[in-house]
């Protein structure tokens, strides 16, 4: 079952169409194919970046809970201990967050 993601299909949308729309407008690009679909191709890299991110915070979810009493012993913030492990992990992936 895919997870539920932090920005709706739209809002992703609405961003890759103002990000396509910019890039060109400043110069930064010139588009051999319609913006439609460089909009279509950022849009499927944001929605795949999330995706990716969503899985790395389950697999810090699921370190952290085999350490869960360690961590409450040793009266560690275990958002703390979430990111440093996240960032962690997403070093290892070859992620940047």
Not at 20 to 26: A, F, G, P, T
Not at 31 to 57: A, H, P, Q
Not at 67 to 88: C, N, P, S, W
């Amino acid at each position: 079952m895919p997870s539920k993601m932090r920005l709706s299909k739209e809002l992703i949308r609405h961003i890759a169409a103002a990000l396509s729309v910019n890039i060109e407008s400043k110069g930064l690009a010139k588009y051999d194919v319609s913006r439609d679909v460089i909009t279509t191709r950022i849009e499927g890299v944001i929605t795949s970046n999330m995706l990716e991110e969503d899985k790395l915070n389950k697999d810090v979810e699921k370190l952290l809970s085999a350490h869960e009493a360690e961590i409450a012993k040793g009266q560690m913030d275990y958002r703390k201990v979430f990111e440093l492990t996240k960032q962690k992990l997403a070093k290892d992936r070859g992620m940047v967050l």
